[in-house]
């Protein structure tokens, strides 16, 4: 048996080793780069998105969840009438969520209050909320 010839063999599963360590590594760094997103309450672009449904399902669904939750309050948002109604439609939506915090699930919690002060902050500098009135009544005529 030539021994020399082993050598170079074990080199080379040493360098495929450590190339599915370094994979490994930056796949845990994209998934922890991506759920911090998530925690501050962000929106994931497509990419992200699909990058979490091959690499965990899990969070996947999570996101997904949190996206329609998201949009939904946007949604909502837009047809607030006054700025006390979109005021009070966030108050509400953060202490629902607030009370589901019995139930477990914290870090969930606090993606989903992070994702609707987030969207509440974009529709408060937004033109729109810029139109709406101050208060919950009609303005009087002069």
Known sequence: ???????PVSDYFKAMQQCKDARATKDQSSLASIRNMLMLGKKLRTD???????HDPNLHDQAMSLSMERQAYEDALQHSRSKADANYYNTFKLMQIAGQLKHGGSEEL???????QEAHREFVRSSKYASLRSDGYAPRKL
């Open 1 to 7: 048996m030539n021994v020399k010839s082993v050598q």
């Open 48 to 54: 992200e998105m699909d990058y979490l449904q091959q």
């Open 110 to 116: 606090l993606m989903r209050s992070n994702a609707i």
